[in-house]
């Protein structure tokens, strides 16, 4: 089970930088619709 665990968090990082990517970009999409608003 640790060797599978392990196995799959090594291609965690690319995956997880992807995500947070995608969230900022998100964010950044909803201060953008606050900032119109206002």
Do not use: G, V
């Amino acid at each position: 089970i640790r060797k599978l665990h392990t196995a799959s968090t090594s291609s965690l990082p690319s995956d997880t930088a992807a995500l947070q990517a995608l969230l900022r970009e998100k964010e950044q999409d909803i201060i953008d619709r606050d900032m119109e608003i206002k």
